[in-house]
């Protein structure tokens, strides 16, 4: 309802006052007397109607606003969060947390508390999803992961604009992903009422509770896998832990004994990868004796199997720390093989008299140049790198540094995008702010510290130049100096034939050494040249179809999901292609259906039929033109994280509520809970306003009320 308005002025109200009453006397003044003579009646219309029109204009100068506020009693609302993730679903257990929750849902409670409030309600796993009430019963309990944190956050974002005064969450409170929910919970602005699900006592069982290995290698090197097992109330058994290979072959075993109620072992295994491509390995634990269930005692990982590793071969300039640290940080890359060749002057290389020769940088997958060329580079050295970069297409990574002499790097013109434009670059102690994004260092988690964090480095104003399409991720900033921020730190390139990545700034030893105590911000300079020599290295991607699922491992339950992208002779995406998807397990095969969700990109799903190995390959069509085909392989097991730890952790969710000033109860007590829940509702105060001053009705009343007055003024015959 309607509760007021007001009024308000861009200057003094009562200087406007002051103005109107003197525009009103001015007005009299003018008409008291007229030539010729009018009737007193005229003489009143047209002081008014000037009057009116200089009020108009003067309300118009001082910038009115018209305020309404309306208030409305707003109805409170009440988040319901429902865990189906498998741990849920334990009958198999003696523990039927499902079935306890769809009672809880039928409870004539929570129908008292639907009709108190406004029940909004969701359901959750490793992700949360509003959906109908009426549909909770019927959604299957077969999450992989738990998020705890991450539902209320997603509940809470969904509901910001209602008055949200609390949630439920029916859930056993075991959960794996995500933020702490006791951390995430002191912070939280309404109470989170919890009810817990299922038995929390652990039961006998053992478990691979995890499987590491390399997911990248190459072809006869040998793979180490390291296991970590976990056994409950299983003391002075035994058990046979395998390593198989595709089609089941032993990669290796060990017997295991648990020696206390509580053991966990670690054992390390590793086999010869002998084949290149994607190869499946899976570990088995023969089931105890005496364990409740063996679903989780099989694990599998896939691992990439390359021909050989990526040789990577530095060109420096004179012996520096940024050298030193680069070498460091790459060969803890198992996957390269990292060769450098170091300036001693006068053309010379330190162990060496003689340049690198074709052969050696032909060879290369990357070629890095740290403060490379100098002035003692010899013009031999620089057309030997131009003519192999060139011809076998090597991506190359420029570190800057204070010996590059521009004479020299202008040579490399035809290789890298961008110029020195002075003879020997300045140097300045400079910070960096970031500038831009790139696929380089994209990933799941972002890079451990911000650019505007790192230490100093040194650079200089318009030291270099890159030309357009050059991708600037991070620029140098002397902001507090008054020069313009205008200067590249970080760019990457990638144009036809050519690919590589430059950081226009040196002393970054600094980014490693000056981090070591920022906790993950140590890891930066790590992070850094791994994901930029990682995306060099990368093949670049010509195919005009590439299929891939979102992931290499399914657990069971879950639907896999194809992604492909589908491109035309010119490169150009395409979305008139029909792409013809078949997957095959056993002696099954079946059609994937995929939808083009535009910009040449088109994803399908596939609910797996049973666990193992899937092989898939499909081809886009463009009528009858074949536009090219892709494939590759994906596994299912029936392990599911939820399955590692499946107890009920009450203590999660006692403290979860009362850090946020909720309830806690087991499903035993739940009635007395819900009804206890009795929110009010709240008074919502929402404002409008209202320019006045610069509305054209404003303008076309002033307009009418000079109209009419000329208009009676010539009738009266008056200038």
């Known amino acids: 309802m309607l509760s007021n308005f007001r009024l308000t002025f861009g200057s003094s109200v009562w200087f406007y006052v002051l103005l109107a009453i003197a525009a009103v006397a001015l007005a009299v003044v003018v008409y008291r007397y007229t030539l010729p003579p009018v ?78 409030v406004q029940l909004r309600t969701f359901s959750f796993a490793d992700t949360a999803t509003e959906c109908p009430f009426d549909s909770l019963q019927r959604l299957p309990a077969a999450g992989v992961g738990t998020d705890l944190a991450g539902a209320w956050r997603t509940a809470r974002k969904a509901l910001a604009a209602e008055n949200l005064v609390g949630m439920i969450m029916l859930t056993d409170g075991s959960y794996n992903l995500g933020a702490s929910p006791e951390r995430e919970a002191s912070s939280a602005a309404i109470p989170i009422h919890t009810i817990g699900l299922g038995d929390t006592s652990s039961r006998n069982d053992a478990v691979i509770a995890d499987i590491l290995t390399n997911e990248l290698t190459y072809l006869h090197s040998r793979v180490p896998v390291d296991l970590r097992v976990r056994a409950k109330g299983l003391k002075s058994r035994s058990a046979r832990l395998r390593l198989l290979g595709p089609q089941g072959a032993p990669l290796g075993e060990e ?30 634990l023969d089931s105890v004796p005496g364990e409740v269930t063996a679903d989780n005692n099989r694990r599998s990982v896939i691992i990439t199997v390359l021909e050989n590793k990526s040789r990577v071969v530095i060109l420096s300039g004179p012996p ?57 580079t010899s013009e031999s050295t620089l057309n030997t790198l131009l003519r192999a970069a060139t011809d076998q297409r090597i991506p190359v990574l420029f570190l800057a540094g204070g010996q590059v002499a521009s004479g020299r790097l202008a040579q490399l013109r035809e290789l890298l995008p961008f110029e020195l434009t002075k003879q020997l670059p300045s140097a300045e102690r400079v910070t960096l702010r970031e500038s831009g994004t790139h696929p380089a260092l994209a990933s799941k988690n972002p890079l451990p510290a911000e650019w505007s964090a790192l230490p100093p480095a040194f650079g200089g104003n318009g030291n270099y130049r ?59 300079y790590d992070e850094l040249m791994s994901r930029t020599v990682k995306w060099l ?76 190995e899937y092989r898939f390959s499909g081809r886009a069509l463009a009528g009858t033109d074949t536009l090219g085909s892709d494939g590759g392989i994906f596994g299912v097991e029936a392990f599911n994280i939820e399955l590692v730890d499946p107890r ?72």
Not at 49 to 76: G, T
Not at 540 to 558: C, N, P
Not at 674 to 697: C, D, G, H, M
């Open 255 to 284: 017997n295991l004994r648990f020696t206390e109620d509580q053991t966990e072992l670690t054992v390390s295994m590793e086999f010869e990868a002998a084949s290149v491509g994607d190869l499946r390995v899976t570990a088995v």
């Open 648 to 719: 009920a952790r009450f203590d999660i969710l006692t403290r979860v509520a009362e850090l946020s000033n909720g309830s806690f109860a087991p499903a035993s007590g739940a009635a007395a809970l819900l009804n206890a829940i009795q929110p009010e509702s709240r008074v919502v105060t929402s404002k409008r306003e209202i320019p006045l001053w610069n509305k054209s009705t404003m303008l076309w009343i002033v307009i009418a009320l000079l109209a009419a007055e000329w208009m009676l003024r010539k009738r009266s015959g008056m200038l």
């Open 320 to 376: 520096a720390p940024d050298l030193t640290m680069l070498r460091q940080s790459l060969e803890m890359d198992s996957t390269i093989e990292l060769t450098a060749f170091v300036e001693a002057g006068q053309g010379k290389f330190i162990d060496r008299n003689d340049a690198p020769t074709a052969s050696e940088l032909e060879a290369a997958k990357l070629i890095i140049l740290a403060n490379f060329p100098t002035r003692f």
């Open 466 to 524: 890159v030309d357009a399409g050059v991708q600037v991720v991070a620029r140098l900033s002397r902001a507090a100096l008054g020069i313009p921020e205008d200067e590249p730190a970080v760019a990457y390139w990638c144009f036809p034939g050519r690919r590589g990545a430059a950081i226009f700034c040196w002393g970054t030893q600094r980014w490693r050494l000056q981090l070591a105590s920022g906790g993950n911000a140590a890891t930066f």
């Open 537 to 612: 290295i990368a093949p670049a991607e010509e195919r005009r179809v590439i299929i891939k699922t979102a992931k290499k491992l399914y657990s069971g339950g879950e639907r896999a999901r194809f992604i492909a992208q589908v491109y035309g002779s010119d490169l150009q995406p395409r979305d008139d292609a029909t792409i013809d998807l078949t997957a095959t397990s056993g002696d099954r095969a079946e059609r994937v259906p995929m939808r083009s969700r535009g910009n040449g990109r088109y994803e399908g799903d596939l609910v797996p039929w049973a666990e193992g």
């Open 39 to 116: 009737a007193a009646v005229r003489r009143t219309v047209l002081w008014l109607l000037r009057s009116l029109a200089l009020i108009l204009i003067l309300l118009m100068l001082f910038e009115p606003v018209l305020s309404f506020f309306r208030s409305e009693r707003q109805r409170p609302t009440v988040a319901l969060l429902v865990d189906k993730s498998a741990s849920m679903d334990v009958s198999a257990l003696g523990d039927n947390r499902l079935a306890t929750t769809n009672a809880l849902l039928r409870s004539p409670e929570l129908k008292h508390l639907a009709e108190r």
